[in-house]
């Protein structure tokens, strides 16, 4: 029997599972097939979620693994528990670990949140969307201990997860207040891009931007540079509340 042009030789094919496995110290069925079919794309996913998640950036380890632990959780993702045992090896606890997931909860919940302030606020004036929304958060970081940083980062990156651009924008203008460096706002909500999904990610950075184009936040000279570019792709615009 021949083999397809794209197709790899069964050596190739295990050369390729080694050095998957070498570099990650596990294998996923997605690595094998695109050993087999599409090595090409392998290697360039390979790259991507390397320089994704793999290689350090501006945030700490277990800040950056608290991140992923928030996602996954949102999204209720089990394929990647290896992020369990990183945040762990890197200092984090198992009641941060808690933590994550109760964020995650809250950001799923928040329709519920804003649910009281639409139909209840005229019999309690003083529910107010965005401090009930907050004060729910900084009761869990009084009891957990948790920063007001890694509570910000993390948020950005579910809420980016699970399309929330409401409170997205809140916790960028929050963590902006809080003067969390714009590096590290970018590099959480990036995590958002392989479990929630690219389109999510793309339409995340728009919130940002036009957040910063509107004047919202006061951003850095670089930031604001590219919140008044042309970016509005080929359909001419891009509006992720439309």
Same mark, same amino acid.
């Given at each position: 029997?021949?083999h397809?042009?794209n197709?790899?030789?069964a050596?190739?094919f295990?050369?390729?599972l080694? @050095? =998957?496995k070498a570099?990650?110290? *596990? &294998?996923?069925?997605?690595?094998? !097939?695109?050993?087999? /079919?599409?090595?090409? %794309?392998?290697a360039?996913?390979d790259?991507c979620?390397?320089?994704?998640t793999?290689n ?16 996954l ?6 394929l990647a528990t290896?992020h ?8 984090g ?5 808690k ?5 995650a ?14 139909y ?5 004036? @003083? =529910?107010?969307?965005?401090?009930? *929304? &907050?004060?729910?958060?900084?009761k !869990?970081?009084?009891? /957990?201990?948790?920063? %007001? ?8 990156a ?33 995590y958002s ?7 999510f990610?793309?339409?995340g ?9 509107d ?13 008044t ?5 080929p ?8």
């Amino acid at each position: 029997m021949t083999h397809e042009k794209n197709v790899a030789t069964a050596a190739d094919f295990a050369k390729r599972l080694e @050095e =998957i496995k070498a570099k990650r110290g *596990y &294998l996923m069925p997605h690595h094998g !097939l695109l050993a087999l /079919t599409a090595p090409e %794309l392998l290697a360039g996913y390979d790259a991507c979620y390397s320089a994704l998640t793999l290689n350090q950036r501006q945030l700490q380890t277990v800040e950056k693994e608290f991140i992923w632990l928030g996602i996954l959780a949102a999204r209720e993702e089990y394929l990647a528990t290896q992020h369990v045992t990183k945040f762990l090896d890197a200092g984090g606890s198992a009641i941060e670990v808690k933590t994550a997931a109760q964020l995650a909860a809250i950001a799923r919940g928040t329709d519920s949140l804003t649910f009281a302030v639409q139909y209840w606020h005229d019999q309690v004036p @003083e =529910i107010d969307g965005s401090s009930f *929304y &907050l004060d729910t958060l900084l009761k !869990l970081t009084d009891e /957990t201990g948790i920063t %007001l940083s890694r509570l910000h980062l993390a948020m950005i990156a579910i809420h980016t997860s699970l399309q929330n651009w409401l409170e997205l924008k809140w916790h960028i203008a929050w963590a902006y207040d809080e003067e969390i460096s714009e590096e590290h706002i970018a590099e959480a909500m990036s995590y958002s891009m392989f479990t929630g999904s690219i389109p999510f990610f793309i339409e995340g950075c728009e919130v940002w931007r036009s957040m910063i184009a509107d004047g919202e936040v006061k951003a850095s000279e670089a930031f604001h540079l590219w919140a008044t570019i042309d970016q509005s792709g080929p359909s001419g615009s891009l509006n992720p509340d439309g």
